[in-house]
């Protein structure tokens, strides 16, 4: 059973600081991870995907990925209270070249006090 | 572009009934994905179709669990007889290509919240 991990918070950061967010996987063949947002009662949105070891960027987001350790993190500088919400963590498997499912963490719940 | 639409948007219904939920997928996404998220087991693929051809159901829970794509833009997902177990916000999600293959990921429809009683 392919399994994705977070800690389900939830994790309280104060307005202006960094917020870090991490997920383990259990497949070592994952190629593919992706980070989400949803807030309460709303639909998951696209954040960020990252393919490749090390650092991407994008605005606040940095995403960080360590293969040999999977281990993929989600940081977010000088955090807004309108960043509030559950970010959810999604890998794919690469079957021998056939397309593995994206299976998601359960998500944590992120709160930024003003 | 209106995005993934799914109907309705809460359903509530009897245990044994029949349970119908719909989605229009972008236009010329080729894949299609139903999603069931519940706080226990989070989300948790159901099926997904490339094409309007299904590939994958092997997240269907069981017999009772049928979902079609007639078109490129019309699918349903129907549970029957439904029963309380079921109660969960299913997600509908279209993509341009697999998700591996770009940083396209998915785009999710709002959402039906189905309680079964």
């Known amino acids: 059973q392919k399994e994705v991990e977070q800690n389900s918070g939830p994790l309280s950061v104060p307005e202006g600081a960094i917020a870090s967010l991490n997920c383990t996987y259990s497949?070592?063949?994952?190629?593919?991870f992706f980070w989400y947002r949803q807030y309460s009662g709303k639909s998951p949105e696209l954040i960020m995907s990252?393919?490749?070891?090390g650092d991407k960027e994008d605005g606040r987001f940095t995403a960080q990925l360590n293969k040999a350790s999977q281990y993929v993190s989600l940081l977010i500088r000088d955090s807004q209270p309108s960043d509030s919400a559950t970010y959810l963590c999604?890998?794919?498997?690469?079957?021998?070249?056939?397309?593995?499912?994206?299976?998601f963490g359960k998500g944590t719940k992120l709160s930024v006090k003003p | 572009d209106a995005g993934v639409i799914q109907s309705p948007r809460h359903e509530v219904t009897e245990m044994g009934q029949e349970v119908t939920l719909r989605c229009k997928p972008i236009?010329?996404?080729?894949?299609l994905f139903w999603y069931r998220q519940t706080m226990m087991r989070g989300l948790e693929l159901l099926i997904y179709?490339?094409?309007?051809?299904?590939?994958?159901d092997s997240g269907m829970p069981e017999d009772r669990f049928s979902a079609k794509m007639p078109n490129a833009s019309f699918s349903t997902l129907k549970i029957q007889p439904s029963e309380p177990r079921d109660s969960a916000v299913y997600f509908c999600?279209?993509?341009?290509?697999?998700?591996?293959?770009?940083?396209?990921?998915?785009?999710f429809g709002s959402g039906t919240r189905l309680t079964v009683v």
């Open positions: 236009s010329g996404h080729d894949y």
């Open positions: 179709f490339n094409n309007n051809v299904p590939i994958d």
């Open positions: 497949d070592r063949g994952s190629q593919s």
């Open positions: 999604a890998v794919i498997t690469d079957y021998g070249g056939s397309q593995g499912n994206l299976i």
């Open positions: 999600a279209s993509s341009l290509v697999y998700p591996s293959e770009g940083d396209y990921g998915y785009t």
């Open positions: 990252i393919y490749s070891n």
